[in-house]
């Protein structure tokens, strides 16, 4: 608490103030509803860095068809290991037992949309649930909780996300989907659907399998050269989808470009917030949420995700 009050402990304020001492923090914060943290992040998120009106690489934020472009991914947190906790969050690896699992830690899953700008990395909002929740199942109800945070930019995600039922969400929200997919997911090429730049119209096929549902999408393939210990380079095929059909909008290069902004966005950002609960506490040496109580995890979850 001293270090966070810094220097406004030398504020000459109205009323007198000080550090607070050890009761105030170790208990006193059970009397604050989560909610309130959670509404605090609120205020909170948004972007740092305004995006320009152009296409492509324009100032800090990457803008693609004129949108700016954007990463979601997710990530779990190890939780203090306590009865209460794991009957709460359970524990991923162990889905397919009765119980509070038995991994090592409880977790906690968040899904985290997070602006991808080479200046800031702005938070842009956030949600959590258990840890068998699933990562698209937590987007979906983000979507809905929050259309508004999707309107008007372009989400790229990895390959876990990419879905009928969650790009058509994004679609709706007014956002637009920068993904990679699955090795196993068929993209049927359209007839005549070869484009000037590379990429191809396809389709994702709707879950009941009706031929009128079927989502846009355009294709494209792009080799990775992987160098092996060996001394010999392994390619790979990496295949990107996007709902932006329209390759003067955005070439093939372009959507290439998007895709490898996620990491700088969502991943580097997830590891430099998990630097900041490296090593609380006494329960383990890695990232941990310290509280004994679900009630005070989603608390410590929401203020965490405004301090950083």
Known sequence: MRRLAGHLADVPWDRDWHVPASG??????????????EELFWLAAGPLVPAGDGDGDD???????????CGTGGMLVALADTPANRAMFGC?????????GSAPFPQLLAVVVVVTA??????????????????????????RRRPDLFAGRVLVSGRNF???????????AG???????????????????????????????????????RLPVRAAEHNAVLPCGDGQDVPETCTLITTLLDHHAAD?????????????????????????????????????????????????????????
Do not use: C
């Not at 170790?26 to 309130?36: L, M």
């Not at 702005?122 to 699933?134: D, E, N, S, V």
């Not at 993209?187 to 549902?213: C, E, I, Q, V």
């Open 92 to 100: 991923t690896g162990t889905r397919s037992q009765v119980g509070p």
């Open 118 to 143: 080479r200046a800031g990395r702005a938070r842009l909002g956030a949600i959590t649930g258990k840890a068998r929740a699933g990562e698209q199942t937590m987007l979906a109800r983000l979507i």
């Open 252 to 308: 093939a290069g372009q959507i290439r470009g998007a895709y490898q902004s996620r990491w700088p966005a969502s991943e580097t950002t997830f590891g430099e917030d998990k630097t900041t609960i490296t090593g609380a506490g006494d329960r383990t040496s890695g990232p941990v949420l310290r509280p004994g109580t679900p009630r005070l995890v989603i608390q410590e979850f929401w203020a965490w995700m405004t301090a950083t």
């Open 24 to 37: 105030v923090v170790t208990e006193w914060r059970g009397k604050v509803p989560p909610a309130v943290m």
């Open 175 to 213: 956002g637009h989907v920068v993904a990679r997919a699955r090795s196993n997911l068929a993209l049927p090429l359209t007839p005549g659907g070869w484009l000037p730049d590379g990429s191809r119209l396809s389709y994702l096929n709707a879950p009941g399998g009706k031929p009128g549902d």
């Open 162 to 172: 990419p879905g009928h039922k969650i790009i058509t969400a994004i679609l709706d």
């Open 59 to 69: 100032g800090p934020v990457l803008v693609l068809g004129g949108m700016p472009v």
